[in-house]
Every structure is written in structure tokens, then in C-alpha cells.
């Protein structure tokens, strides 16, 4: 039997686990993260890398929690990327240096009027059309520059990994090995390994759910499903943008751009939870042929990703605003809820362990 003896042990390793412990090592404490993938989480693989402010939530010009909890993550993290903020990311890289929003037809009054106001002043610009970046270059349209961008998030990871050495243990916990003795955790139990702490954090997203019931937590969770879909092509158009039809709360599509394909989001892929795969197909055919028509899509290979979502539980279904964090005992149980909200899940963790 070998025994690892630290001040916080963390099971799973995406952008939850990973911050944390980066939070706390330069707060000197002792961790240990487990996770059987060398890091790198299930839905963490799966983001777009965008670290948008909230405005596509806002779309229909009242802006909403999710908009106040979004509205300062793109600074903080532009922050941490220049090496000044909580946590030193000078190693990751940028996949866009910004994201936009872009309407084929003109954008209806009450929209343009509130990109325009002070309240999202400097996170929403007009782009005069001798402006367009490619691949917008020429075409008819509105386009807006919103304070977003992207980040590579392999990179990402690699980077939150790095300082953690040989505290990153690729192993999993198993709901058996959450040790509880007189209502406190005591241990992570995984195999002949045995990780003890004072403080235990359950950050493994899906995995939660098992986690949190053996340590004693009653907050259930909520699966929020989505279809993405990739569009597949050697050489794909450097596409960072949210494409707004209508007065719709939501941009219809989402694209993000990586080595070999299109990722498609936004209101197709939650609505494609509904349709059939080559419902999904069609659907994004669509979408795209009437978002962004000057670009060739039938010469290209389409995909459907279903990602299940894994958040706390909301009464009416919906998607939390905030980053999540639960006590109980010496434990806590977290969930980012967007790769966004990281450094807003980081406060509240410490704000948790220092209380």
C-alpha cells in the first residue's frame, strides 16, 4: 500500500481540476489531481475554446445573469494569458484573437441599439464593411467584433498540467474509494494507492454525480444535452464567429475553427438533441448555406458529436449562469458550467476553503 499525504486532493482533470490546483499550488498548498487521462476532461476536449463576455446571451437586448456573470471573464483571462492574472497562462495558445457576431440581413433596430449602448460599450464594435476580415471580406452583412476570442485548448491544458509534475496522477477514483469516516472524507482509495487530505474537491464532471453521493453531498445534477456538428476540410476558413438570424435569443450557429474542420454550435446543436444524425447534417447544411452561402459546403465531410453536459440542477432545466460550488463537511463539489467562468469557479472555491 502506498499513501500520498496532501493538503487538497482533486479528482478529475478538466479545466475545473486543473485551475484549481493551479490556484492553490501558487497559494502553497499541497495537492494531488487525479484523473485517468493525464487531464483534460471529457467536456473540456469537447469546447469551442471561445471566452466570450455574454453578449450572445443578451441578444434580445435584456441582458440576463449569464451576461453579469460572463461580462469580465474575457479580461481576466486576457490577463492571465499575458502572465498578470491569478494564474500564469503566457504558454497557451490563442486559436483567434477575437470572435464576431454577423447577420446576413440587417440587424433589427432594438439589437443594433443595444450593441450600441453603454452597457456593452467596448465589447461590441461595428465593423464598417472595408473592414471585413477574411473570410467575411466583401460580402453583405453586419458584423459586430466582440470583446471574445479563443484559446487552443490542448494548449491550455498542456499549460494548467505542466506545474503539477508528479502531483497529477493518472488514475480515477471510483465512488467506492471515497473513504468517509464520521461524515468527513479521508482519503481517495484507488487500488493499492492511497491519497490523503484535509480538504477533497470533486471536480469530475459527468463523474460527479457517483462521487458526490459517496461523500455525502446532496446536490443532483442535470444532463444538458447538445448535438454539435464538425465540418470536415483540409484547409478550413479561420471562422471565430456567433451567426445571428432574427430576433432568435440565441445565435443560430456558433463556428469555431481547428486543424481539419468547422465546429458548429449555438441554437443547432441544442436543438439537434430532437433530430436524427442526418437530421442534425441537414440542419447545419442549412444553417450555413444561409448564414454564410459564398462558402462551398457540399464538398465537405459533416459529423454529428452529441456532448452531454454536466451541471447542477435547475428546477426549470435551464442552464446555470454561474460557475458552482457545493460544502459539505471538508469537501466541496464544483462545475464550471462554461470553460469561460474558470477564473469566477476559482474565486468561489477559495472564497469556500477560507470560510
Known amino acids: 500500500m502506498r499513501t500520498i499525504r496532501v493538503d487538497v486532493a482533486i479528482a478529475g482533470g478538466g479545466i475545473a481540476g486543473l485551475w484549481i490546483a493551479n490556484l492553490l499550488l501558487l497559494r502553497g498548498f499541497d495537492v494531488a489531481l487525479c484523473d485517468p487521462g493525464r487531464a483534460a476532461g471529457v467536456q473540456t476536449r469537447a469546447s469551442q475554446g471561445l471566452i466570450h463576455g455574454g453578449v450572445k446571451y443578451a441578444l434580445h437586448g435584456r441582458p440576463d445573469d449569464a451576461f453579469d456573470a460572463l461580462k469580465d471573464m474575457p479580461g481576466r483571462w486576457r490577463r492571465c494569458l ?95 474509494g471515497v473513504i468517509v469516516r464520521n461524515g468527513r472524507v479521508t482519503a481517495f482509495q484507488i487500488g493499492d494507492l492511497a491519497v490523503e487530505a484535509e480538504r477533497f474537491v470533486f471536480a469530475a464532471g459527468m463523474g460527479n454525480v457517483a462521487l458526490a453521493d459517496a461523500a455525502g453531498f446532496e446536490a443532483p445534477m442535470q444532463r444538458r444535452p447538445l448535438k454539435q456538428v464538425l465540418v470536415h476540410s483540409p484547409d478550413p476558413e479561420p471562422l471565430f464567429a456567433h451567426c445571428v438570424a432574427g430576433l432568435a435569443t440565441e445565435p443560430e450557429l456558433t463556428v469555431s475553427t481547428h486543424a481539419g474542420y468547422h465546429y458548429l454550435g449555438g441554437a443547432l446543436a441544442s436543438a439537434g438533441v430532437r433530430r436524427t444524425d442526418a437530421e442534425q447534417v441537414r440542419a447545419a447544411k442549412r444553417a450555413l448555406q444561409g448564414s454564410l452561402p459564398w462558402i462551398d459546403w457540399d464538398a465537405r465531410r459533416f459529423e454529428t458529436l452529441t456532448i452531454d453536459r454536466a451541471e447542477p440542477a435547475r428546477p426549470d432545466g435551464r442552464r446555470p449562469e454561474h460557475a458552482f460550488v457545493a460544502v459539505h463537511e471538508n469537501a466541496l463539489l464544483v462545475w464550471p458550467v462554461k470553460l469561460a467562468l474558470a477564473p469566477d469557479l476559482g474565486d468561489r472555491v477559495l472564497r469556500a476553503l477560507s470560510a
Do not use: K, M, N
Open 82 to 176: 499575458a502572465g498578470e492574472g491569478e494564474i500564469d497562462l503566457r504558454g497557451v495558445a490563442t486559436a483567434s484573437g477575437a470572435c464576431h457576431l454577423w447577420s446576413r440581413d440587417a440587424l433589427a433596430a432594438r439589437l443594433a441599439g443595444f450593441l450600441a449602448s453603454r452597457l456593452v460599450h467596448g465589447r461590441a464594435v461595428r465593423v464598417p464593411p472595408a473592414d471585413y476580415p477574411a473570410p467575411f471580406a466583401g460580402q453583405a452583412g453586419t458584423l459586430y467584433r466582440l470583446d471574445d476570442f479563443a484559446v487552443d485548448v490542448p494548449s491550455l491544458c498542456g499549460t494548467l498540467s505542466a506545474p503539477l509534475g508528479e502531483r497529477l496522477l493518472a488514475v480515477e477514483v471510483p465512488p467506492r
